[in-house]
């Protein structure tokens, strides 16, 4: 009974695989093949995982950016000055007023302001300009063997095979981020499989080269993460000098009229106005710099990228933009 119970408990462990994302003691290889039974075993077709695999490699150029991300040595306004340029908004009022017609059924469909799936397409991909050139399957591979954040990215992995199974595009054409982050509107995977739209009802999909589907799954994208329609994100604002700053922080949230009784004012020193709204006071560069109170529109596009940051450069991008 002893052999026969440690035969079994070998046997199990056999089985059980140690999981693709601890990779350190399996080389690349190896561990690309476990990952491949395990799509299968997740429904996807051999074929699928076998094309969507075929000449998979390492690239150690996706390392070193995931390591050095520049954004983190940057202040707020530095960040901002970067990212909403002059140039950046001229090209999103034009792209405004050409897409107007298409924009305005999107919005309504989808109830999103226009300013905002614009502000988001230029933010993200300069209005589909530079949306990568490196292979996403590779890239994802690169960081799920990695180690460091290996569950995440291996299961971006399974959903990049998933999109090549189902057809939406070849391997070969499936290119984004350093990342994996695809097309104009740079989806995750998982992102592109939830939310990504064929406007036109055909079923492509198509957030690489058909503008009204990159605008409609930016649009769809934002409301299912919760957007209200009827809301801005935020704005600036004035803060008392001798303001308590232990009030400061996105998790803090206030009716605007407690924010009012606190002395917090419009940037032209007016009342804030008297909605029904709550709001988080947010002062990315801490005391002394630019405040901003943050509605939940702030939040919801911090769903889509987890940065105070991107959030409100995304604002005030919008902002200029109409």
């Known amino acids: ?49 076998a094309l969507a695999l075929q000449g998979v490699h390492e690239i150690p150029r996706v390392l070193e950016l995931d390591r050095h991300q520049p954004e983190s040595s940057f202040t707020f306004e530095q960040y901002l000055d970067r990212v909403v340029t002059p140039q950046r908004i ?90 994996g982050a695809m097309g104009q509107s740079q989806f995750m995977p998982s992102s592109y499989l939830e939310a990504a739209v064929s406007y036109s009802g055909d079923g492509r999909r198509d957030i690489w080269n058909r503008r009204e589907d990159v605008l409609a799954s930016i649009a769809n994208y934002l409301s299912r993460l919760g957007w209200h329609g009827s809301e801005t994100w935020g704005r600036e604002v004035l803060v008392p000098h001798d303001f308590d700053m232990r009030l400061v922080g996105k998790t803090i949230r206030k009716p605007l009229k407690e924010w009012r009784q606190l002395g917090i004012r419009l940037l032209d ?25 943050a509605y939940d529109n702030f939040r919801t596009i911090l769903k889509w990228n987890n940065s105070s940051y991107f959030a409100l450069s995304v604002g005030a991008l919008a902002d200029a933009l109409e």
């Open 1 to 49: 009974m002893r052999l026969r119970g440690l035969v079994t408990l070998v046997l199990l462990l056999a089985c059980a695989l140690p999981s693709p994302s601890i990779a350190a003691d399996v080389d690349f290889s190896t561990w690309l093949s476990r990952l491949r039974h395990d799509a299968i075993g997740q429904g996807i077709r051999p074929q699928s995982v």
């Open 90 to 179: 001229d090209t999103g009022r034009q792209r405004l007023d050409e897409n107007r017609a298409l924009l305005e059924q999107i919005g309504a469909r989808y109830g999103v302001q226009p300013r905002f799936i614009v502000a988001l397409w230029g933010l993200e991909t300069d209005f589909g300009r530079v949306t990568g050139d490196f292979p996403v399957i590779s890239s994802l591979a690169t960081l799920a063997y990695d180690g460091r954040r290996s569950e995440l990215f291996r299961r971006e992995l399974i959903a990049a095979i998933r999109i090549v199974d189902q057809g939406y595009i070849r391997p070969e054409e499936m290119m984004g981020s350093w990342a």
């Open 269 to 293: 020193g007016g009342e804030l106005p008297s909605r029904d709204l709550t709001a988080a006071l947010v002062m990315p560069d801490g005391e002394g710099g630019r405040a901003f109170l």
